[in-house]
């Protein structure tokens, strides 16, 4: 397991008990922080593999607290929760680099199932990562991407990839299952807009998939997250 230590960030005292309760049973060592401030506090002195992070928070709110994490130098993986249900607060939760994300009400068990999910992909890729990364070879099936030599092998053949192209699909591969929006994927790769729009990044998806796709209308590893952008495959064994 992975995951070890996780800081759980919510006010409401019942919701953090049931939550500790269940991870404890499940193995994990689990902190609590019942408001914004105090979670930046415990972060910044602690060493935490996940936050469960409340979106709604007396004080400092949630979106706060995710800004904080991700400005930290560190990659602590963020599942937020929160009451609102509208596309607009789940977007926004994803564009602050939230890894995944619950409504309230939530089932304890999809919980439990989701941070087990989260576990074993960051697991994957810190197997996949091992070494320096200009020594690094990605492999997710036939598909191997050398970091260092900046290829991307499919079956062993070159797929010429330009660099944006593969630099699109490094940021991807290097964090399976995790959605980036359009937006976020145009800045992390230096793609510039040639339409005013950050849909610019589809042009690239759509000729990175004619390289690497046998179907590129069935693609199997850069995936589609709909109203929202793209995402590398975290199903390839």
């Given at each position: 397991?992975?995951?070890?230590?996780?800081?759980v960030?919510?006010?409401d005292?019942?919701?953090?008990?049931l939550v500790?309760?269940?991870l404890?049973?499940?193995?994990?060592?689990v902190?609590?922080?019942?408001?914004?401030?105090?979670?930046?506090?415990?972060?910044?002195?602690g060493?935490?593999?996940?936050?469960?992070?409340?979106?709604?928070l007396?004080?400092?709110d949630?979106?706060?607290?995710?800004?904080?994490?991700?400005?930290?130098?560190?990659?602590?993986p963020?599942?937020?929760?929160?009451?609102?249900?509208?596309?607009?607060?789940k977007?926004?939760?994803?564009?602050?680099g939230?890894d995944?994300y619950?409504?309230?009400?939530?089932?304890?068990?999809?919980?439990?199932?989701?941070?087990?999910?989260?576990?074993r992909?960051?697991?994957?890729?810190?197997?996949?990562?091992?070494?320096?990364?200009?020594?690094?070879?990605?492999?997710?099936?036939?598909?191997?991407?050398?970091?260092?030599?900046r290829?991307?092998?499919?079956?062993?053949?070159?797929l010429?990839?330009?660099?944006?192209?593969?630099?699109?699909?490094?940021?991807?591969?290097?964090?399976?299952?995790?959605?980036?929006?359009?937006?976020?994927?145009?800045?992390?790769?230096?793609?510039?807009?040639?339409?005013?729009?950050?849909?610019?990044?589809?042009?690239?998806?759509?000729?990175?998939?004619?390289?690497?796709?046998?179907?590129?209308?069935?693609?199997?590893?850069?995936?589609?997250?709909?109203?929202y952008?793209?995402?590398?495959?975290?199903?390839?064994?």
């Open positions: 397991m992975s995951l070890h230590h996780i800081l960030v919510e006010d005292t019942d919701i953090a008990n500790r309760l269940n404890e049973r499940a193995g994990y060592q902190s609590r922080a019942p408001d914004g401030r105090q979670a930046i506090k415990r972060f910044d002195e060493a935490y593999d996940l936050v469960i992070l409340d979106l709604m007396p004080g400092v949630g979106m706060e607290v995710c800004r904080h994490i991700r400005n930290s130098g560190r990659y602590v963020v599942i937020m929760l929160t009451a609102k249900g509208d596309e607009a607060n977007v926004a939760g994803l564009e602050m939230a995944d619950m409504t309230k009400p939530f089932s304890v068990e999809e919980l439990l199932a989701r941070v087990k999910a989260l576990g992909r960051i697991e994957l890729v810190g197997q996949a990562n091992a070494g320096k990364d200009e020594d690094q070879v990605l492999a997710f099936g036939e598909l191997t991407l050398d970091l260092g030599k290829l991307a092998l499919r079956g062993g053949q070159d010429h990839l330009t660099q944006k192209e593969f630099e699109i699909l490094r940021i991807l591969a290097l964090t399976p299952g995790r959605p980036y929006s359009r937006r976020h994927l145009c800045e992390r790769a230096g793609v510039e807009s040639f339409d005013g729009t950050d849909r610019t990044i589809d042009t690239h998806i759509k000729r990175l998939r004619a390289k690497l796709e046998a179907d590129r209308n069935r693609p199997q590893f850069v995936l589609t997250v709909w109203g952008g793209y995402k590398f495959t975290d199903k390839l064994d």
